[in-house]
C-alpha cells in the first residue's frame, strides 16, 4: 500500500511540475503554496503519524526557516542556497532542543508548549527589531536563479515541488524502515517499546527534530516565494492549517499530506467569495471529517476498497494462517506430542536446551542469574516491597506469590527496571542493574511481558517480534526494516511457531484475539534472546487449554536455559512448572521452596487466609436465624470474552445475615461484585434483588434497587473534599442528607476531622472508611463490599472490622469480599469459597473454616 501512496504522491508532484509551466503566475503562486505545505504535512506526518505527538507550533519552526533565509540573502550577503541550508538546520536543532522537555509531556499539555514555543518565536520577531524589521519585517527576499526566463513563482515551484518529493520518496522509506516500526512502537506503547531496549524519548527528539526541519526547510522557500516576511505572516491559524494537512489526508499514510495539502491549499480559491466564512467552513469540514474518516481521507479510501476486496482478503488470510500452522507443527511437533497438563505436573522428559534453541535460533550460550539484594521501594510514604532477596537462576521456573497487595508486580517492576528502587540491588550476573532505565536493563537481558498483553497493534504480529530482535539497535535513519532480509522474518516465524502462535504472521497485533496476543508477546520478549523472562500473569483470561499449553511453553524456555520469573494466581499453573517460588506479603519475602514446600509452610497459610482462624471462630456469634432471601443469583456465567470468568454460579443471601465469598486472586469474586453492580454485564443466568430482576440493569438501576457497591481499591474522588464525597453518596437520596451525614461522621468519627480535606490527601485506611460510608449515604438493603482491607495496616484492618462487625449487630445485608479470609469468617454468618469461577464449598463460617476446600482454593487451586 505505502508504494501505491507513494506512486501517487510523486505522481501529483509530476503533474504539478507540468502545471507550473502551463498556469498564470497567480495560480503558479498558489501551487507553491500548495507544495509548501506538502512539505510540512510530510514533517508532521513523522510527528504525528509514526509517534502519536500533536504539535501546534510548527508554524514557530517554519517562521524560523522564513527569517534565516531572510536575514542572511538581505544582510549578511549570503547566497540563497547555504542560507536555505542555514535555515533548516536552524529549526532541526531548535526543534531539538525544543523536544528534549516538551517530549516528557503527553496530549494536550504537549500541544501547550508547542503553542507557547510558536508565540515566543512570533513576538521575538516583532522585539528584535534591529535584526528582524519588527512589526515591517524584511522586504526585498529574493528567489534564487535556476534557468534564465523563469519567474520567482516558477523558481519556487520547482524547488518546492522537488523537495516535495524527495521528502515523500524520504518518508516512505523511513516509515517502511527499522525508525519507523520503532516510532509507531513508541505511540502504541512506550512501555512495552522499553521493554525490547528502545529508548522513547530518544526516538521522539529524532522525529520531532525530522518535523522542525522539514518545517523550515519549507519556511526557507517561503520568503522568497512572497518576497518579504513579517511576524504576522505567522499566526496560529497556520499551525491549525500545518495539522490539517495531516489530519484531512490522513495521519502515517504516505499520501496523506499530499492530499490534505490540495484541500487546504485549493479550497481558498474555490470559495475565494466565501472568504469570510472560510474558518467557519474549514472547521465543519474537520468534524466532518473527523466523524466520517477518523484516519483521514486515504483511510477511508483503504476502508472503501478494503469492503470490496474482503472476500479474497479473507481466503488469503485463511491460507497464510494455514501455512503459518503447518511451520508452527513442524517447528513444535515435538514440543505438543508431550504437552502439559496442569493436574499432573510437568512432562516427565522435558525437551533438552539444544532441541529447544535450534528451532527458533535462540543462541546455545550460558545465561546469566537475576539476583535482588534488599530491595525496598516507597510509595507516598508507604512501603510497599522491604528487604526484598531473591534470585532467579537460569534454567528454571521461580514464581513469585502472594495475597492481594503483596508487592509481587511492584518487585517485578523494579527488576525490570520501570520503578527505581529506594533500597537494595538488581545484579545480572553480578553487574548491577540497579537505577538503570527500563530500556537498558531489556539491553542487558532482562525481558518483560504485561499484565494486560502490551502489542505493537500497527504493526504486524511479525514486525512486532522482528523489532525486537536488535534490542534496541536501529540502524541509519532510512534503515530498513529487516537489515538481514529474509533471514530475520524465518527466525521472527520461527519463535512465533516455538510459542504456538497459529495465525497469520503479516496480520496486524491489534487484531489478535487474547491467546494469540499473549503468545506474540512471549514471542517478542524471547526475540531479544534474554538471560531472563519476567511475565506478569501471563494465564490471567485464558481457558484451562491456553493455559495447558502456556505451561509447556514457560517450561520449555526454562529448558532451554533461559531464567524465567512469574507472578500468577493460577496455582495451578504456578505448582505444575515451578522450580522454586518466592513468597511475598506485605511487601516482605515471606518464604521460598519448591511447590510442596509451601504448600505445607503454615506461614503461607496464614499469608493468603489472613488472621489463624483458631479462637476467631470461637469468638464469632453464632449464625443468626435466616430471614428471607434478599439476594438471589442463580446459574450464572459472565466473563470478559470468549471464555467465561464465572461458571454457573449460584448464592443467596438473606436479609440481615453477613456473606463472605472467597477464593484465591483470579477466582471470580471482584467479577461477581461488578456483575451484581451493573458494572459488567452477564452472558446468561439471573439475579434479583428483592424479588426485583437486575441482570441487564445499568450501574444506577441497581443502585436505586438498594444494592450498593464499595469497588476494591476504594476509588474515592480525589479532588472533592470528604463532605462532598459524602453528598455525592446520597444523590439519589436527598431527604434528611445532612443527617445522615452526621451520622456517618458519628460511625467513622476520623472522618469528621478531615471533613474539608481533599479525599485523595487522605491515607488508606481513612479512604477506606469514605468508601463505606459513602456506600452506607446510599440506604443500600444490601452492601457489596469488594476487598476492604487491601493495602491497609494490620491495625487499620483492625478497626475497619470493628466498623463491619457493628454494621452486622445492626442487622445491615452485607456480601463482603476480603483476602482476609480468618477475619471476614469471623464475622459473617455464611461463606462461599470460589474456584476458577464456580462454587466449591459453601456453609457456615466454621464449617468452611474447618474445610479443606478453603486452602486448596488458595494454594492448589
Wanted: glycine share 12%; aromatic share 6%.
Amino acid at each position: 500500500m505505502n508504494s501505491k501512496s507513494l506512486s501517487l504522491g510523486l505522481a501529483v508532484a509530476a503533474a504539478a511540475l507540468v502545471l507550473a509551466f502551463t498556469l498564470n503566475s497567480y495560480y503558479v503562486f498558489v501551487l507553491a503554496q500548495i507544495a509548501l505545505l506538502a512539505i510540512v504535512g510530510v514533517g508532521l506526518n513523522v510527528l504525528l503519524g509514526l509517534t502519536g505527538q500533536v504539535s501546534f507550533g510548527h508554524v514557530g519552526f517554519y517562521a524560523i526557516g522564513a527569517y534565516a533565509v531572510a536575514i542572511l540573502t538581505t544582510k549578511a550577503g549570503w547566497s540563497f542556497w547555504p542560507a536555505w541550508a542555514a535555515g533548516t538546520l536552524l529549526a532541526a536543532a531548535l526543534g531539538a532542543l525544543v523536544a528534549l522537555p516538551a517530549l516528557r509531556v503527553k496530549g494536550p499539555y504537549l500541544a501547550m508548549i508547542t503553542i507557547a514555543f510558536s508565540f515566543i518565536v512570533q513576538h521575538a520577531f516583532v522585539e528584535m527589531d534591529g535584526v528582524t524589521g519588527g512589526q515591517s519585517g524584511i522586504m526585498g527576499v529574493l528567489p534564487p536563479q535556476l534557468v534564465a526566463g523563469w519567474g520567482p513563482e516558477q523558481t519556487i515551484t520547482v524547488l518546492a515541488v522537488a523537495a516535495a518529493a524527495v521528502l515523500l520518496a524520504a518518508y516512505a522509506r523511513l516509515s517502511n524502515g527499522a525508525w519507523g516500526a520503532a516510532m509507531r512502537a513508541v505511540k502504541d506503547s512506550e512501555t512495552a517499546a522499553q521493554s525490547i531496549g528502545l529508548n522513547p524519548l530518544v526516538i521522539k527528539t529524532v522525529a520531532f527534530t525530522l518535523s522542525a526541519a522539514a518545517a523550515g526547510l519549507a519556511g526557507g522557500l517561503f520568503a522568497p516565494l512572497s518576497g518579504f516576511v513579517t511576524p504576522d505572516t505567522f499566526n496560529f491559524m497556520q499551525s491549525i492549517l500545518f495539522v490539517l494537512v495531516v489530519v484531512l489526508g490522513g495521519a502515517g499514510t504516505v499520501a496523506g499530506p499530499v492530499i490534505g495539502a490540495l484541500i487546504v491549499g485549493a479550497l481558498p480559491e474555490v470559495l475565494a467569495s466565501l472568504e469570510d466564512y472560510r474558518l467557519l467552513f474549514f472547521g465543519a469540514l474537520l468534524l466532518v471529517v473527523l466523524w466520517v474518516a477518523p484516519d483521514g481521507l486515504v483511510g477511508l479510501w483503504r476502508q472503501v476498497v478494503g469492503r470490496m476486496g474482503g472476500r479474497s482478503s479473507h481466503v488469503a488470510g485463511s491460507t497464510a494462517g494455514q501455512d503459518a500452522g503447518r511451520v508452527a507443527d513442524e517447528l513444535a511437533g515435538e514440543v505438543a506430542d508431550q504437552g502439559m497438563d496442569l493436574a499432573s505436573g510437568p512432562p516427565a522428559t522435558p525437551v533438552t536446551a539444544a532441541a529447544a534453541t535450534l528451532a527458533v535460533g535462540l543462541a546455545a550460550r550460558p545465561r546469566a542469574m537475576l539476583a535482588a539484594q534488599g530491595l525496598g521501594i516507597t510509595f507516598g510514604g508507604v512501603r510497599a516491597v522491604s528487604e526484598l532477596s531473591m534470585q532467579v537462576p537460569a534454567g528454571a521456573v521461580t514464581s513469585l506469590i502472594g495475597p492481594n497487595g503483596a508487592g509481587k508486580t511492584t518487585a517485578l517492576n523494579m527488576l525490570s527496571g520501570y520503578y527505581l528502587p529506594s533500597a537494595g540491588a538488581v545484579l545480572l550476573g553480578g553487574r548491577s542493574l540497579t537505577g538503570q532505565a527500563a530500556f537498558r536493563v531489556a539491553r542487558s537481558g532482562v525481558a518483560r511481558t504485561y499484565q494486560t498483553s502490551q502489542l505493537f497493534g500497527s504493526l504486524s504480529v511479525e514486525d512486532n517480534v522482528v523489532l525486537a530482535m536488535g534490542r534496541g539497535r536501529l540502524g541509519g535513519l532510512l534503515a530498513l526494516r529487516n537489515p538481514r532480509g529474509g533471514q530475520a522474518l524465518a527466525r521472527a516465524r520461527a519463535l512465533l511457531a516455538y510459542c504456538g502462535y497459529r495465525g497469520a504472521p503479516q496480520a496486524l497485533a491489534a487484531d489478535l484475539a487474547h491467546v494469540d496476543r499473549r503468545l506474540v508477546e512471549i514471542a517478542r520478549a524471547l526475540a531479544t534472546d534474554p538471560d531472563v523472562l519476567l511475565l506478569d500473569e501471563p494465564a490471567a483470561g485464558l481457558s484451562r487449554e491456553d493455559k495447558n499449553m502456556l505451561a509447556t511453553l514457560l517450561r520449555r524456555i526454562a529448558d532451554a536455559g533461559i531464567g524465567v520469573a512469574i507472578v500468577e494466581h493460577d496455582m495451578a499453573l504456578v505448582m505444575a512448572i515451578s522450580d522454586q517460588l518466592v513468597v511475598l506479603d506485605a511487601g516482605r519475602r515471606l518464604a521460598v521452596g519448591t511447590p510442596a514446600e509451601i504448600q505445607n509452610d503454615p506461614a503461607v497459610k496464614q499469608a493468603y487466609l489472613g488472621e489463624s482462624l483458631d479462637g476467631q471462630i470461637d469468638a464469632a456469634r453464632a449464625p443468626r436465624a435466616p430471614g428471607a432471601e434478599l439476594l438471589g443469583v442463580s446459574d450464572l456465567v459472565a466473563g470478559y470474552g470468549a471464555e467465561p470468568v464465572l461458571h454457573g454460579i449460584s448464592l443467596q443471601v438473606r436479609e440481615g445475615e453477613m456473606v463472605a465469598l472467597l477464593g484465591a486472586n483470579g477466582a471470580g469474586k471482584s467479577t461477581l461484585m461488578r456483575t451484581l453492580a451493573g458494572l459488567h454485564t452477564s452472558q446468561s443466568g439471573a439475579m434479583h434483588i428483592d424479588g426485583n430482576t437486575i441482570e441487564g440493569s445499568s450501574a444506577e438501576t441497581v443502585v436505586g434497587l438498594g444494592l450498593v457497591l464499595v469497588p476494591e481499591g476504594r476509588q474515592v474522588f480525589p479532588e472533592l473534599s470528604v463532605l462532598d464525597n459524602l453528598r455525592l453518596g446520597g444523590f439519589l437520596h436527598q431527604a434528611g442528607i445532612e443527617a445522615r451525614v452526621q451520622e456517618m461522621l458519628d460511625r467513622f468519627p476520623r472522618l469528621r476531622e478531615r471533613l474539608h480535606q481533599r479525599a485523595g490527601l487522605l491515607s488508606g485506611g481513612e479512604q477506606q472508611m469514605l468508601a463505606v460510608a459513602r456506600g452506607l449515604m446510599s440506604r443500600p438493603r444490601v452492601l457489596l463490599l469488594d476487598e476492604p482491607s487491601l493495602g491497609l495496616a494490620p491495625k487499620v484492618i483492625a478497626e475497619l472490622f470493628t466498623s463491619l462487625d457493628r454494621l452486622r449487630a445492626e442487622n445491615m445485608t452485607i456480601l463482603l469480599v476480603d483476602q482476609m479470609a480468618g477475619l471476614a469468617l469471623a464475622l459473617a454468618d455464611r461463606a462461599y469459597v470460589l474456584e476458577s469461577g464456580r462454587v466449591v464449598a459453601q456453609g457456615t463460617s466454621a464449617e468452611i473454616a474447618a474445610d479443606d476446600a478453603l486452602a486448596n482454593a488458595y494454594l492448589h487451586a
